[in-house]
């Protein structure tokens, strides 16, 4: 059974920092690209960040880029998404999910999905 299961969401202030982690089980980890996926309150969920099976490229959306670093642990099966300088517009549930093509923002792509964590950033 594939798990994907993202943890480290929270409450915190602007220009504050978190780090997400995407703990999976059930996939070959090293064969998968994972992304971040987030939807805010009444909006339609949006790319964040994607890394390719072996951490050689990374892609971004323009909003985090400088912001946000996505990484991952081939040996712990484990992604990661670090957000610093924090924005009430960042505020989302955030997702994990894993694909098997390259870095991409289509979240047709992406075959599994977390349930996502909550992120809240006050102004």
């Known amino acids: 059974q594939v798990q994907l299961v993202e943890s480290g969401g929270g409450l915190v202030q602007a220009g504050g920092s978190l780090r997400l982690s995407c703990a999976t089980s059930g996939i070959t980890f090293g064969l998968y690209t994972m992304g971040w996926f987030r939807r805010a309150p009444g909006k339609e969920r949006e790319f964040v960040a994607a890394?390719?099976?072996?951490?050689?490229?990374?892609y971004y959306t323009d909003s985090v880029k400088g912001r946000f670093t996505i990484s991952r642990d081939n040996i712990k099966n484990m992604a990661y998404l670090q957000m610093n300088s924090l924005r009430p517009e960042d505020t989302a549930v955030y997702y994990c999910?894993?694909?098997?093509?390259?870095?991409?923002?289509?979240?047709?792509?992406?075959?599994?999905w977390g349930q996502g964590t909550q992120v809240t950033v006050s102004s």
């Open positions: 999910a894993a694909g098997r093509n390259s870095v991409t923002a289509s979240d047709s792509e992406y075959f599994y």
């Open positions: 890394i390719i099976w072996n951490g050689g490229t990374t």
